[in-house]
Structures are given as structure tokens and as C-alpha cells.
């Protein structure tokens, strides 16, 4: 293609975005709308997994003790544990120890903590370290049969949890996208249908002095990809502030929570909203080109 | 140039256009083709440019049956032909220039023959110094000078003018006549639909009357022969 043809497809569809007006606002807002929320649904199934894979690699368990148990009987419990297959190493928690790392966790939160006085309801316990984390399981099973055992906690039984979670949101999330995307399709098709008419003296003098069907076609359907491109290049930056927002808010308030850096993913996330921004308005257009553009 | 053999067209709703017309058309040649309203005039001229289909027939042009061109190789047939139309068919919001200029630019033809080409027709129709000008600014008899300007800018080697002059006055008619015999002494072959019986009297070419679909005559230095 020459570079003055490409000019003129660009020309032409430029020009009728702006002939379009209110109708190329509608196609835009609702490519935008479309793909914010597709990237916000996108951005919280990674970070679920992210999460899902963090806490999947753990391999401790957390074994609290019951209250009043004597030092006879605390080492006693040590002893079994010990004795448990694929153990690698554990070690006692006291419920000094629990408080201050709790504190450290909580970061500039801590203050919250100031409400207990000098009251510690965290319980003494031990941090057991398994081989693998396939033997997590197994082994709390096991450990949860000890006598002076109150309660326990491994990372496995969440990701279960965040499993069904991630899962429900895919599901939920693709009904509306797609619904959205329909949506978004079905305007800009209409928005090029306009360009269509406005246009169809210049299509029929084109067809007369022999202008090939692509020659005829190309500016229409840059009008589409143009339009689901700006849609798109809207959702990102809306995307990329809303999720660096989001960041703050969560570091600040849940120190601990494994999330997501903004960089490397609103980039990926940005090519493929716009990838398919740019599809959608293709779609949009081929709709109407095949509906009412008979070249 | 044009050969039609026992072509018949039959439209989708069941009218019957034209039965088993055959024409020779060499190059070169300027012929009007007459008859009353409905006859199948355009229909004739449709299928040269492969705008209609016929229902059974060859159509050679340039020696090539066109009745079996791919969709793709209709505009290449057409770059081959100008095509002039009763309503002119002017983009309204460009100029003169830019009318003429379209023509070329859709086939991406360089700037430069651009540059050289449109001013060159529209001289050759007499709107030299009319480029800058809106369609809009211009008599009936300018506008389907622009128009025809737009169909020679590529050097074809035939022109197809359905009722050109149909929307003109007697005078502007035969000022267009004139062009298009201008366009014809330089080999360009030249086929025109009419109804204006004062003209095809008066030029003397050849004429193929039709009626219901057949050729009724087809003379050469003919005249219309008709009341209508
Ligand atoms: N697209 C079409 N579909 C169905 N019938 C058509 C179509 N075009 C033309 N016809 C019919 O075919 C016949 C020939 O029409 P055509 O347009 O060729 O006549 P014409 O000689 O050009 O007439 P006019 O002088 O009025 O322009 C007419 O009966 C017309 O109604
Ligand atoms: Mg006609």
C-alpha cells in the first residue's frame, strides 16, 4: 500500500469519526467502559492467582497450643512432631514472640493493638517448616491429633477458598464482557453504517472508476479499529490510575497482602486491551460492511 | 472491441430486458443507442461495465469474456472505461479539481500524473479555469463537463454515457455532443444512450434502436426514427 493511499484511509476516516460525532463519543465511551471493566476483572483474577500461587508454595504450618500447658508437656508435643515424616524443621513460638511479630505485620497499623493494655490473647505454639509443600496436609492432619494441640493453620485450605473465588469471578466476569463487547460491536456497527450512507455517492463513483473493494473498504473499517483503539487507549489510562490507587489504598490499610506490582502488568494488560479495542471496532465495522456496503 | 453474443437478460423479478441481442462493436466506433422508455437501454449498458449480468450470452470486451471476470477483476475491466451518468454523479463538497483528481487517486495513480492529467482534461472540456470551483457554482451543462472530464482523466479506451443530456437544454446538449465527438477523433470508443431524436438525427453515427429487449435496427449514419 502507498503511503499517500494510507494518508487517504486515514484522511477519510478521521473525518468521519468527526462527521459522526455524538455517535463516535458512544462508540468510544462504550468500547471504554467495556474494556475498563474487563481489565479491572482481569486485574483481580492475576492477582488472585498471584496470591493463590504465593500462599500455594508455603510450606508451614501454624500449630497453636492450648493455654496451661506445662513445659513437660509443650516438649512433649514438640517431641511428636518431631518424630512426623517430611518434617523439616520446627520451631517454638511463644506468645511473646506471636505478639511482636504480629506488631511487625501490622506495620504503622499497630496502634489497634494498643486497645489490648498489656493483656496477649495469642497462644504459644510452633512454626513447623514441612519438605514439600504436597505434604502440608498430611502432616497438619497428623498434627492435629496431638493431644495439647488447640488449633492449627496452613495457607492451603485459603487457596482452596481463593481457588472458588477466582473461579466465580471468571465466570461472572466473562457473561458481562461479553455482553459489554456485543454491545460495544453493535454500536460502532451502527456508527459505521452512518459513515456508510453519508459516504455512498462517493462508494458509487469510486465502484465506476474502478476502485478495487479493499481501496473501498479500508477507511471504513479504520474508522472502526480507530474507534475501539481511542475506547481502548481511554480504559488503560483509566485502568493504569484506578489500579495504582488501588496499590496505595492496599499497601497502606493490609500490609501483608501479596499484590500485584503495576509494572510489568498494565503493560501486557494495556496491549491486550487494546489488541482488543482495535478488534472489536474491526468487528464492528466488517458488520456493517457486510450489511450494507455492497462491494 | 465489444462483442455481444445472444446475450438475454432477465431481472431477478421476472422482467425480460433484452433477448438474444447480438453487437459488434469495433474500436473506435461512436454509437447511439435509441428507444422508448423501458426498452432496455441501460440494461445493455449495464453489462458492459458489469454493473448487470446477463442470464445467458458472452460480452467480450478487449477480447475478453467479461460475463466470466472474478468480483475482483471488475474494477480492473473498469479502469478501462469512463462512465457518464444523466446525473452527472459530482461529489459536491469537493472542487472541480478534486472531482477529477478523485477518479485518479482511487486507483492510486501518482501525484505527479495527477498534477498533469487534470488539468489537462479539464481544459479539453473547457473548464480550464474553472478547478477551484464547487459543483454546486456551476450550470447543469458544466457539471456533466466535470463529469466527463473524471471519465476520460484515465485515458480509456471507451466511454459509456447513459442519457448524458438528459437533464440539459437543446444547446448544452450538442455542446457535450461536441466534446464527446472530440473524445471519439481521438480513437476513444464512444457509446451513448439517448432519447433526443434532434441529436442522433444530427450527428449522423451509428445508431441501434431497441424495442422490448431486441434490436429493431442497427444502421450506420442512422437517425432516431421515432415519435416520443
Ligand atoms: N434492477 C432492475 N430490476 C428489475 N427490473 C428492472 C431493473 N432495471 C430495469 N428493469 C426493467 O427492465 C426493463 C428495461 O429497463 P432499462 O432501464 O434498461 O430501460 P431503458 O431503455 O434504459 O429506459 P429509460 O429510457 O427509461 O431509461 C424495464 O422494464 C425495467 O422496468
Ligand atoms: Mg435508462
Not at chain 2, 446475450?7 to 425480460?16: A, D, R
Not at chain 2, 480492473?76 to 469537493?94: A, E, H, S
Not at chain 2, 454546486?136 to 457539471?143: A, D, P, R, Y
Amino acid at each position: 500500500m502507498k503511503i499517500r493511499t494510507l494518508e487517504y484511509f486515514i484522511k477519510e476516516a478521521v473525518g468521519s469519526i468527526r462527521h459522526n460525532g455524538l455517535m463516535s463519543l458512544a462508540s468510544v465511551s462504550t468500547v471504554a467502559l467495556t474494556l475498563l471493566i474487563l481489565g479491572m476483572f482481569l486485574v483481580m483474577v492475576l492477582n488472585l492467582n498471584h496470591m493463590a500461587a504465593a500462599l500455594e508454595s508455603q510450606v508451614q504450618i501454624s500449630v497453636y497450643l492450648q493455654d496451661n500447658l506445662s513445659e513437660q508437656e509443650i516438649a512433649a508435643v514438640k517431641q511428636k512432631i518431631s518424630q512426623l515424616p517430611g518434617l523439616k524443621k520446627i520451631e517454638y513460638v511463644s506468645k511473646d514472640q506471636a505478639l511482636q511479630r504480629f506488631r511487625e505485620q501490622l506495620g504503622e497499623q499497630q496502634t489497634i493493638l494498643n486497645d489490648l493494655g498489656e493483656e496477649n490473647p495469642l497462644p504459644n505454639g510452633f512454626d513447623v517448616i514441612v519438605e514439600h509443600p504436597d505434604q502440608v496436609r498430611e502432616v497438619a492432619q497428623a498434627v492435629s491429633n496431638i493431644k495439647g494441640v488447640e488449633k492449627l493453620r496452613y495457607e492451603k485450605e485459603i487457596v482452596e477458598r481463593l481457588f472458588t473465588i477466582t473461579r466465580m469471578i471468571r465466570t461472572v466476569g466473562l457473561i458481562i464482557i461479553v455482553f459489554l463487547a456485543l454491545a460495544a460491536m453493535f454500536i460502532i456497527s451502527n456508527t459505521i453504517r452512518l459513515t456508510v450512507f453519508a459516504r455512498r455517492r462517493e462508494i458509487g463513483i469510486m465502484k465506476y472508476v474502478g476502485a478495487t473493494d479493499w481501496f473501498i473498504r479500508w477507511p471504513f473499517l479504520l474508522e472502526g479499529v480507530m474507534l475501539g483503539f481511542l475506547g481502548a487507549f481511554i480504559a488503560v489510562l483509566l485502568l493504569t490510575k484506578f489500579y495504582s490507587v488501588f496499590i496505595g489504598y492496599v499497601t497502606e490499610s493490609i500490609a501483608f497482602m501479596p499484590i500485584l506490582p503495576s509494572y510489568p502488568i498494565v503493560i501486557y494488560l494495556g496491549v491486550f486491551l487494546l489488541g482488543v479495542g482495535m478488534t472489536i471496532g474491526a468487528l464492528g465495522s466488517t458488520i456493517s460492511l457486510r450489511r450494507f456496503l455492497h462491494v | 472491441m465489444i462483442e455481444m453474443i445472444d446475450v438475454s437478460k432477465t431481472y431477478k423479478n421476472g422482467v425480460m430486458a433484452l433477448s438474444d441481442i447480438n453487437i459488434t462493436i469495433p474500436r473506435g466506433d461512436f454509437l447511439f443507442v435509441v428507444g422508448s422508455s423501458g426498452a432496455g437501454k441501460s440494461t445493455l449498458i449495464k453489462m458492459i461495465f458489469r454493473e448487470e449480468l446477463p442470464t445467458s450470452g458472452s460480452i467480450i470486451v478487449n477480447g475478453k469474456n467479461i460475463v466470466h471476470l472474478k468480483e475482483w477483476e471488475v474494477p480492473y475491466l473498469r479502469r478501462n472505461m469512463g462512465i457518464v451518468f444523466q446525473d452527472f454523479r459530482l461529489l459536491p463538497n469537493k472542487t472541480v479539481f478534486e472531482n477529477v483528481a478523485f477518479a485518479l487517486q482511487v486507483i492510486e495513480a501518482p501525484r505527479r500524473e495527477i498534477q498533469k492529467k487534470v488539468p489537462h482534461v479539464l481544459e479539453m472540456v473547457g473548464l480550464g479555469d474553472k478547478g477551484k470551483v464547487y459543483p454546486n457554482q456551476m450550470s447543469g451543462g458544466e457539471q456533466q463537463r466535470v463529469a466527463i472530464a473524471r471519465a476520460i482523466v484515465n485515458n480509456p479506451l471507451l466511454v459509456i454515457a447513459d442519457e448524458p443530456t438528459g437533464n440539459l437544454d437543446p444547446d448544452t446538449s450538442w455542446e457535450i455532443m461536441r466534446i464527446f465527438e472530440q473524445i471519439n477523433k481521438a480513437g476513444t470508443t464512444m457509446i451513448v444512450a439517448t432519447h433526443e431524436k434532434a441529436i442522433v438525427d444530427g450527428m449522423q453515427k451509428r445508431v441501434i434502436a431497441i424495442e422490448q429487449g431486441n434490436i429493431a435496427r442497427d444502421e450506420l449514419k442512422g437517425v432516431y426514427g421515432y415519435e416520443d
